[in-house]
């Protein structure tokens, strides 16, 4: 992660219970520098793209959507963020798979805690985060799923799910929370940890629950996620299970996040034509 300096955030912003009513413009503070070079930025034309609100309860989550202009219906994905909330990149994402025929919603699931997007030190992301119950995420995206079908022009018959780094564990566990699920793409999501209040389960936990599948994308060189942890994983979905995973050798983590000096070209190009061919082969768009 980027060595950034302490600022201390606004509280107004950043409380926990205060709900954002809007996404972050750009990208999230802790992620810079941006590496501007590498950074893919997929155009809006021939899309209806930008930021929405979902209803969940009595409040109105922010998120961001995109999908083709057409008529529809289109089969629904999930983007699930990292760490760092939905930003740009994970908006650009949202916009890369609606040019492949999508609908790809991306909801902020860290808006009840609070806005990780004005926070410059990743240490004061941590706590944030670790206040997201595993429950509420769930709720979310299924509010996400219904609200897409509804107002989005998404198909009722298919929904598939990617996410990256946090984003990847959710993907594993909203795989064995919801049986509809028809595909997902985990990018380097945690497998194994020490179960908390808020995050009881992880992904070993609950593997044989898993029914739709989940192709999962991992680094050999990821110090945070090692290879014996994501073995664990692969040993725990067992021999009949319809999930793939693939580890790359000497790849890092984040290694498709094309905006951190993380990212590997080859990497990640790989991951996301495995990713369309993954969704296509499981009823998404052929």
């Not at 509280?11 to 941006?34: D, E, N, Q, W, Y």
């Not at 950074?39 to 409040?59: F, H, K």
């Not at 040019?99 to 992301?125: K, P």
């Not at 940890?193 to 044989?208: C, I, K, L, S, Y």
């Amino acid at each position: 992660m980027d060595d950034v300096r302490l600022i201390l955030p606004d509280p107004i912003l950043t409380r926990r219970g205060a709900i954002m009513t809007s996404l972050a413009t750009g990208f999230a503070l802790s992620t810079h520098p941006v590496q501007a070079q590498t950074m893919i930025t997929t155009p809006t034309d021939g899309l209806v793209a930008g930021e929405v609100t979902i209803p969940i309860g009595s409040d109105r989550i922010p998120a961001y959507r995109a999908m083709p202009s057409g008529a529809g219906p289109f089969p629904v994905v999930l983007v699930v963020q990292e760490i760092f909330g939905v930003h740009e990149h994970i908006k650009d994402v949202c916009r890369r798979l609606a040019r492949q025929g999508y609908c790809a919603v991306a909801t902020e699931l860290f808006a009840r805690q609070g806005d990780v997007s004005r926070l410059t030190d990743f240490n004061a992301i941590r706590p944030i985060v670790a206040a997201v119950p595993d429950s509420q995420v769930m709720t979310d995206l299924d509010a996400t799923a219904a609200w897409a079908r509804a107002e989005s022009r998404g198909r009722a018959d298919w929904l598939g799910i990617t996410g990256f780094c946090w984003g990847g564990r959710i993907t594993w566990l909203y795989g064995a929370h919801n049986q509809a699920l028809s595909a997902g793409v985990a990018w380097y999501g945690r497998t194994v940890g020490e179960p908390t209040a808020n995050q009881p389960t992880n992904p070993v936990d609950v593997a044989t629950r898993i029914r739709a599948p989940i192709l999962g994308l991992y680094g050999a060189a990821d110090t945070g996620i090692p290879v014996p942890t994501v073995e664990q994983l692969r040993t725990a979905l067992g021999s009949g299970t319809r999930s793939e995973i693939v580890i790359y050798p000497d790849m890092p983590h984040a290694f498709h996040a094309d905006y951190r000096p993380s990212y590997r070209k080859e990497a990640a190009e790989d991951g996301w034509r495995r990713l369309l061919a993954w969704f296509g082969r499981n009823g998404g768009v052929a």
